[in-house]
């Protein structure tokens, strides 16, 4: 399991074929679940939130779906201070939530995880989201 956090244009050098631009965001996760499958022999699944556009940063989840099953995949809303609900400002803002997960393991090991994003602006406005 992993928590994950990036520009989903950060993948550069996993572009499809003839794509002399900015790479396909899908395509980049494909490739990278492809060959962590390969490698691993796993099942490899990414859960995202998706506030923001294709290029724009996304907080979620990467993990091994032969190892572990994940219910409850959600926003949490209460870690963006410009939201007032878990319905239509998630994203308020332009802040990013947390994403909830319960990950249940075949041992019968349960995981509460959350995922985060920090503002790393150095304006005020940044400052203040990371109180």
Same mark, same amino acid.
């Given at each position: ?42 099942? #490899?699944?990414?859960?995202?939130? *998706?506030? @923001?556009? !294709?290029?724009?940063?996304?907080? +979620?989840? $990467?993990?091994? &779906? ?10 949490? #809303?209460?870690?963006?201070?410009? *939201?007032? @609900?878990? !319905?239509?400002?998630?994203?308020? +803002?332009? $802040?990013?939530? &947390? ?33």
């Amino acid at each position: 399991m992993a928590g994950l956090c990036h520009g989903l244009n950060e993948y550069r050098p996993l572009r499809p074929p003839g794509n002399s631009g900015h790479p396909d965001a899908e395509f980049s996760l494909n490739a990278l679940r492809s060959e962590l499958n390969r490698l691993t022999g796993g099942s #490899w699944q990414v859960d995202l939130q *998706a506030c @923001g556009g !294709t290029s724009d940063q996304h907080v +979620g989840f $990467l993990w091994n &779906g032969s190892r572990v099953a994940w219910l409850q995949l959600t926003d949490a #809303w209460e870690l963006n201070g410009a *939201a007032t @609900g878990p !319905t239509g400002s998630a994203c308020a +803002g332009n $802040l990013r939530p &947390g994403r909830y997960a319960l990950a249940k393991t075949p041992i019968g090991v349960d995981f509460h995880l959350l995922s985060v994003h920090f503002d790393s602006g150095t304006e005020g406005r940044d400052d203040e989201h990371r109180r």
